[in-house]
């Protein structure tokens, strides 16, 4: 991983129905996010938030049942710009969300740079539903369908060109709450899922292996969409959408260890952090701790 990084806050709150996740890059810079990667990067731009439109009583807020649609699209469109310039002056971009749609824009400024970017999507969800399908017509369990060419044309098209990934070329960790759909998704395109019933039976470190060696095969680069409601709600009590069940912060800090060493990845986003929804900054602290980890904390 690239020494020269840069930070890129994504305030946005608009891909799901609960507020405060657009607190999400503060929380985790008041935890320190930047002091943190600056202890152990050479070169760490930080460059704020990107601005948010809010919606209004004369926006069309809806598109194919889909909530708050041009104001997703708007900042899409600008996180893809910045991502994608940034990854042209060779520094590594870190995306600190922000509810979990903001990855269409990543995605799209990242993607163009690879043959085969791989993508490993650490989450309770597999965000992988379409207007079709999805239950509420929140963008936020979108962004993975819309990154293989699956939904809103113009979703998918984002930044002039679809699909931005290869479904073969996605491991999500963590996964306990698919939607019928989602799982319909996961069977037809042949996504490589680890539910947490496989990372209780094989262990994490059986679990990362898998995935490290299967995208090094197939892929030329690989970002890292962690959702922090990956984690278990008892452990990350500040996220939108918890799940009973999930990976705790000890499983998490080896899988972030073991990404470092194999040292594949090339950009990484953390998302869905709500401070509204948190215990004195727990989930913002625990994000930045994996941050650490991720690039290369190491005890004492």
């Keep these: ?9 994504v305030p946005m709150d608009l891909g799901q129905s609960r507020r405060g996740v657009d607190m999400g ?13 600056q202890a152990l990067k050479d070169d760490i731009h930080d460059l704020g938030d990107i601005a948010i439109s809010r919606p ?24 893809a710009r910045i991502v994608d310039q ?24 990242i993607s163009k740079h690879y043959e085969n970017l791989g993508v490993i999507w650490y989450d309770a969800h597999g965000d992988l539903n379409s ?30 060109y679809a699909p931005k990934i290869k479904p073969e070329n996605i491991v999500i960790v963590g996964a306990r709450s698919l939607d019928p759909g989602e799982r319909e998704l996961i069977r ?13 039976r094989i262990g994490m470190p059986a679990v990362m292996e898998k995935t490290i060696n299967y995208l090094k095969e197939r892929t030329d680069g690989v970002h890292l969409s962690l959702d922090l409601d990956g984690l278990d709600p008892t ?9 009973l069940g999930g990976l705790s912060y000890r499983e998490s800090h080896l899988a972030m260890e073991m990404l470092e060493e194999s040292n594949m990845l090339t950009s990484a986003e953390f998302v869905e952090v709500n401070p509204i929804l948190d215990e004195k900054n727990k989930t913002a602290t625990m994000a930045v701790g994996l941050m650490g980890s991720l690039f290369g904390e190491k005890l004492k």
Excluded: C, W
């Design 235 to 243: 452990e990350a009590p500040g996220v939108g959408t918890p799940v």
């Design 25 to 37: 890059p503060s929380a985790m810079r008041y935890a320190g996010a930047i002091e943190t990667l």
């Design 1 to 9: 991983m690239k020494n020269k990084m840069s930070v890129i806050g």
């Design 86 to 109: 940034e990854i042209e002056k060779d520094r590594f971009p870190l995306i600190l969300g922000g509810d979990h749609s903001i990855s269409i824009g990543s995605l799209s400024g």
């Design 56 to 79: 209004d009583a004369r926006d069309e807020q809806n598109e194919s049942n889909l909530k708050n649609f041009k104001q997703v699209m708007e900042a899409s469109e600008e996180l």
């Design 188 to 200: 037809e395109r042949g996504i490589q899922v680890y539910t947490m019933h496989e990372i209780d």
């Design 131 to 160: 207007s079709e399908t999805s239950p509420s017509g929140n963008i936020h369990g979108m962004p993975l369908a819309v990154s293989i060419g699956v939904g809103n044309d113009k979703l998918t098209n984002l930044y002039g």
